[in-house]
């Protein structure tokens, strides 16, 4: 497992420090003031006629990420989260400790130093060590600093070798945590109570997806990872709650590409007496907050692409498939010339799939990753909407919609099914697709019929892709690179191989 000789070596220079005495990894030492704290506090010292001022003492920890000797002295560079500062001790002040810094001391390790503010010759703000220790050995050498951590699927399996050498990772990371507090924030501010629900489900539902399975020992039972909270949140409307939101994580066991993971985080909320209009209305406001939070631009870029929201748009399913998919109004109407056409353009379709279902995948092939600017699509075909109220003049739409910006969907959204009876009747014909060889049909939940029997008032509901938002308002383009930890296939040996000499860091 550390058999390679450079990790070898620094275990022999682990063990020598225990042999002299020292705890390679120690505990308890306590720094006064970060890193970007200390820059900031001494900022005036090179207004001064001292370039030094030993009466402060402040202590510093971080890992050491360059270093440089010379001969009775040495300057190292330690980084903590909020940055990186200069660090300089000599012989002189640390005696015979200096000699074993120099001989154990390396690019990885965790430092404790404690002196003074002094500005180097080049005027570079720096802490001059009067104490100096390593308080945690790293035996595992990091990437050799000039090339850096290039290997995609290295930055992902160990994330924490990412955010070690690439800080701007750890800025995407620390936006993505302000984008979630601030969502969180605006739907207090409105109201919404924050719930949380099973993950565990009998039953999976709230979306059409393959689940994962699991087994409960206790109960002698299967049970589903969530595919979505919605039918959980629907129940707690039903209980009087009027208007409830949950971040939640979701697991759907389907294919994986730059904008699918099978575990994402999502936020979910209904709101009772309110249409999907209102959501309409209310997503607008979440964005405008959103990018005023962030100080965020109303122009975004994105990829190759400028994303403009103050350029929103509301547009028809069948309008779309028409004005930006081009497909003539008559081959739209009409669900044979839809299936014909869609085969004439090598779209992957079947002869059971029904008229809603060939609208969907004409949308996908000609339309989504069109829809750059933000664009509400709504007027969803029933069959594909099987939680969504029916349109009141039209029964053969929902009142529904999707919100697409930057070519993907980042929101979905309808006035709620409340009839049970209905509901059930959708829920049967879910069965059959499923009965009929369709993975992603949702299973018959008669709980839910049940709990809409007592009576849910008006509701309209939402959910929204938090990985998707911050794909977008971080400029990525791969869900990987906004997901801490995601999903990859076992490596084949458990550690990557290091190729770099100790002498190159």
């Given at each position: 497992?550390?058999?390679?000789?450079?990790?070898?070596?620094?275990?022999?220079?682990?063990?020598?420090l225990?042999?002299l005495?020292?705890?390679?990894y120690?505990?308890?030492?306590?720094r006064?003031?970060?890193?970007?704290?200390?820059?900031?506090?001494?900022?005036?010292?090179s207004s001064?006629?001292?370039?030094?001022?030993?009466?402060?003492?402040?202590s510093?920890?971080?890992?050491?990420?360059?270093?440089?000797?010379?001969?009775?002295?040495s300057?190292i560079?330690?980084?903590?989260?909020?940055g990186?500062?200069?660090?300089?001790?000599?012989?002189?002040?640390?005696?015979?400790?200096?000699?074993l810094?120099?001989?154990?001391?390396?690019v990885?390790?965790i430092i404790y130093?404690?002196?003074?503010?002094f500005l180097?010759?080049?005027?570079?703000?720096?802490?001059?060590?009067?104490?100096?220790?390593?308080?945690?050995?790293?035996?595992?050498p990091?990437?050799?600093?000039?090339?850096?951590?290039?290997?995609?699927?290295?930055?992902?399996r160990?994330?924490?070798?990412?955010l070690?050498?690439?800080?701007d990772v750890?800025e995407?990371?620390?936006?993505?945590?302000?984008?979630?507090?601030h969502i969180?924030?605006?739907?207090?501010?409105?109201?919404?109570?924050?719930?949380?629900?099973?993950?565990?489900?009998?039953i999976p539902?709230?979306a059409n997806?393959r689940p994962?399975?699991?087994h409960?020992?206790a109960?002698?039972v299967?049970?589903?990872?969530?595919i979505?909270?919605?039918?959980?949140?629907?129940?707690?409307i039903?209980g009087?709650?009027?208007?409830?939101?949950?971040i939640?994580?979701?697991?759907?066991n389907e294919?994986?590409?730059?904008?699918?993971?099978?575990?994402?985080?999502?936020?979910e909320?209904?709101?009772?007496?309110?249409?999907y209009?209102?959501?309409?209305?209310l997503?607008?406001?979440l964005?405008?907050?959103?990018?005023?939070?962030?100080?965020?631009?109303?122009?975004l870029?994105h990829?190759?692409?400028?994303?403009?929201?103050?350029k929103?748009?509301i547009?028809?399913?069948?309008?779309?498939l028409?004005k930006?998919?081009?497909i003539?109004q008559?081959?739209?109407?009409d669900c044979?010339?839809?299936y014909?056409y869609?085969?004439?353009?090598?779209v992957?379709?079947?002869?059971?799939?029904?008229?809603?279902?060939?609208?969907?995948?004409?949308f996908?092939?000609?339309?989504?990753?069109?829809l750059?600017?933000?664009?509400?699509?709504?007027?969803?075909?029933v069959?594909?909407?099987?939680?969504?109220?029916?349109?009141?003049?039209?029964?053969?739409?929902?009142d529904?919609?999707?919100l697409?910006?930057?070519?993907?969907?980042i929101?979905?959204?309808?006035?709620?099914?409340?009839?049970?009876?209905?509901?059930l009747e959708?829920?049967?014909?879910?069965?059959?697709?499923?009965d009929a060889?369709?993975?992603?049909?949702q299973?018959m939940?008669?709980?839910?019929?049940?709990a809409l029997?007592?009576g849910?008032?008006?509701?309209?509901?939402?959910?929204?892709?938090?990985?998707r938002?911050v794909m977008?308002?971080?400029?990525?383009?791969?869900?990987?690179?906004?997901?801490l930890?995601?999903?990859?296939k076992?490596a084949?040996n458990?550690?990557?191989?290091?190729?770099?000499?100790?002498d190159?860091?």
């Amino acid at each position: 497992m550390f058999d390679n000789q450079y990790i070898q070596q620094r275990i022999q220079k682990s063990n020598s420090l225990r042999e002299l005495g020292f705890n390679p990894y120690s505990n308890g030492q306590k720094r006064t003031i970060t890193n970007a704290e200390f820059i900031q506090k001494f900022s005036s010292l090179s207004s001064q006629e001292e370039q030094r001022d030993e009466s402060v003492s402040e202590s510093v920890v971080g890992r050491v990420k360059l270093e440089r000797w010379m001969g009775k002295a040495s300057f190292i560079k330690v980084e903590d989260e909020s940055g990186v500062l200069q660090v300089y001790f000599s012989k002189n002040d640390l005696n015979e400790h200096f000699e074993l810094l120099k001989k154990h001391l390396e690019v990885g390790d965790i430092i404790y130093a404690k002196g003074f503010p002094f500005l180097t010759k080049t005027g570079e703000l720096s802490l001059y060590a009067k104490e100096l220790e390593i308080i945690t050995k790293s035996i595992v050498p990091l990437p050799e600093k000039f090339h850096g951590l290039s290997d995609i699927e290295l930055r992902y399996r160990q994330r924490y070798l990412d955010l070690i050498v690439n800080s701007d990772v750890k800025e995407t990371f620390k936006t993505r945590s302000k984008i979630v507090s601030h969502i969180r924030k605006f739907f207090e501010a409105k109201g919404f109570l924050e719930v949380e629900t099973p993950m565990l489900h009998p039953i999976p539902g709230g979306a059409n997806a393959r689940p994962f399975i699991t087994h409960h020992n206790a109960l002698e039972v299967d049970r589903y990872l969530r595919i979505a909270p919605e039918l959980y949140l629907k129940r707690l409307i039903v209980g009087g709650f009027e208007a409830v939101f949950e971040i939640n994580r979701n697991f759907r066991n389907e294919g994986m590409d730059h904008s699918h993971n099978p575990e994402f985080t999502m936020i979910e909320f209904y709101w009772a007496y309110k249409t999907y209009e209102d959501l309409i209305a209310l997503t607008r406001e979440l964005f405008d907050y959103l990018l005023t939070s962030l100080n965020l631009p109303k122009q975004l870029p994105h990829g190759e692409d400028i994303i403009d929201f103050e350029k929103v748009s509301i547009l028809s399913y069948k309008d779309a498939l028409h004005k930006i998919g081009g497909i003539p109004q008559e081959i739209i109407n009409d669900c044979n010339k839809l299936y014909s056409y869609l085969l004439s353009q090598n779209v992957e379709v079947q002869e059971s799939m029904n008229y809603g279902q060939l609208q969907s995948e004409a949308f996908d092939a000609f339309v989504e990753d069109k829809l750059i600017n933000p664009t509400f699509i709504t007027e969803y075909p029933v069959e594909i909407s099987p939680l969504a109220r029916r349109n009141d003049e039209n029964p053969m739409i929902a009142d529904r919609f999707e919100l697409f910006i930057g070519g993907k969907e980042i929101a979905n959204g309808f006035s709620e099914l409340n009839d049970p009876l209905d509901q059930l009747e959708r829920f049967r014909e879910q069965v059959k697709a499923k009965d009929a060889g369709d993975e992603e049909a949702q299973y018959m939940d008669e709980d839910y019929v049940w709990a809409l029997a007592h009576g849910m008032p008006p509701t309209a509901g939402q959910g929204i892709g938090i990985d998707r938002l911050v794909m977008l308002l971080t400029n990525h383009k791969i869900i990987k690179d906004v997901i801490l930890f995601p999903a990859m296939k076992p490596a084949k040996n458990r550690f990557e191989p290091i190729e770099q000499k100790e002498d190159e860091q």
